[in-house]
């Protein structure tokens, strides 16, 4: 494919929009793509304090997949999962989505133990899983080391065939050009400082560009949402902590799938150019600085090679870290907020880019209507008071 110079307008701010989204990463981007595409809704505007896809789109390990536990994130994940498989044709433009599957690691008996039930309710939801043993998951990944003779020994693993990457800067350009072809307004450089208010309900945002009108707002900020709801002495029950990632020196391929351990804390794989991406847990601290921990680096490195001992000549060239937003329960805060016209999307974790086109749909269908998508109903903030949890910790990833 030949590039344009450009791919999008750099539009002048309107005085006032139908919807406001704040945050131009991938869930921004694709909210805007289906606001236009599924509810003709295009005097839209997505507003973006740097620059587009500049925060967690352009600083995660791009791994896709669905194999999650109950039948809230199952339902959500699975159809994101369809979305993506179909998203190509649909956005017109080449993203790299390689479905490569995805394994998860079982190194004790209470990962055996969780792994093979997640199997089965995946099964029960339509998902593609399958439990295998260590000499079928050799089959799978020859690299990876399971011989019984180390720290954490493989037990088996969760397998689904479907999952894989993409390219995530690729994908939020072709959320970005289409979405722009509709005549959404991608506006760079444009800090949301405050909200415009009537009583209890939100007509606007304050910006250091001056002030936008808004008969609704979306907020797609990840943990920085809670900072702006907070001006509305609205507290979002998120943690933000710093979540590192590598990558090496380009290699010949080798790595043919996704690994992911949640025990020793590491999940790898190799890139479209040939470089191994690596990603790890959290650090424990809260913090929107985009830098980790320099022992979080070698436990990851560690945690690699106990399972990848081919890498152990392999160079370090570049590390990053992002910001994940985290809620109690490890899902996320999808739908209206106490103050009426302000919507949030928020508390990812480590979830949010493979629920890009999925989330973007729910949340486009919420904007529109103003009442949740049936795939976002259970994901409310009420459920931190009336105890209806999706406590997704087991199977969200190995961050959180």
């Given at each position: 494919m030949e590039h344009p110079d450009w791919l999008w307008r750099t539009p002048e701010p309107k005085k006032s929009y139908d919807v406001v989204i704040v945050g131009a990463g991938g869930h921004g981007l694709a909210?805007?793509?289906?606001?236009a595409r599924n509810h003709g809704i295009t005097n839209v505007a997505v507003l973006e304090k740097g620059w587009?896809?500049?925060?967690?789109m352009a600083r995660n390990t791009t791994i896709i997949r669905s194999n999650y536990l109950w039948d809230e994130s199952a339902g959500i994940y699975e159809h994101s999962l369809k979305l993506w498989e179909g998203l190509r044709e649909d956005l017109?433009?080449?993203f790299l989505f390689s479905q490569r599957g995805v394994l998860n690691l079982a190194h004790t008996s209470q990962d055996v133990r969780e792994g093979t039930r997640r199997v089965h309710a995946n099964r029960l939801n339509g998902i593609d899983g399958e439990w295998l043993t260590p000499d079928e998951l050799v089959e799978v990944c020859p690299i990876v080391n399971t011989s019984p003779d180390v720290r954490y020994p493989v037990l088996g693993g969760t397998w689904q065939p479907r999952a894989g990457i993409a390219k995530h800067d690729y994908v939020a350009w072709a959320f970005a050009r289409k979405a722009d072809r509709y005549g959404v307004d991608l506006i760079q450089g444009c800090e949301v400082t405050g909200f415009i208010t009537d009583g209890n309900r939100v007509t606007g945002v304050e910006t250091n560009r001056g002030p936008i009108h808004a008969g609704r707002i979306g907020l797609a900020a990840a943990g920085h949402t809670s900072v702006l709801t907070s001006t509305l002495g609205v507290r979002l029950p998120l943690q933000s902590h710093p979540l590192q990632a590598l990558v090496s020196e380009l290699l010949e391929p080798v790595h043919p799938t996704v690994v992911m351990s949640n025990h020793v804390h590491v999940y790898v794989s190799q890139a479209h150019?040939?470089?191994?991406v690596m990603g790890a847990g959290i650090d424990s601290y809260n913090s929107y600085g985009q830098r980790g921990s320099v022992h979080v680096i070698e436990q990851q490195m560690a945690a690699a090679l106990e399972l990848f001992p081919i890498f152990a000549h392999a160079h370090l060239i570049r590390t990053w870290g992002g910001i994940v937003d985290v809620t109690p329960d490890a899902?996320?805060?999808?739908?209206r907020t106490p103050v009426e016209n302000l919507f949030v999307n928020c508390g990812w974790g480590t979830g949010g880019f493979k629920a890009t086109?999925?989330?973007?749909?729910?949340?486009?269908?919420t904007l529109a209507h103003g009442e949740p998508h049936e795939l976002n109903r259970p994901f409310t903030l009420e459920r931190f008071t009336t105890g209806a949890l999706i406590d997704e910790h087991g199977a969200a990833a190995v961050a959180h």
């Open positions: 909210t805007a793509y289906y606001l587009l896809a500049g925060g967690n017109e433009y080449d150019k040939g470089e191994l899902s996320p805060i999808i739908g086109p999925g989330v973007g749909w729910v949340f486009a269908h």
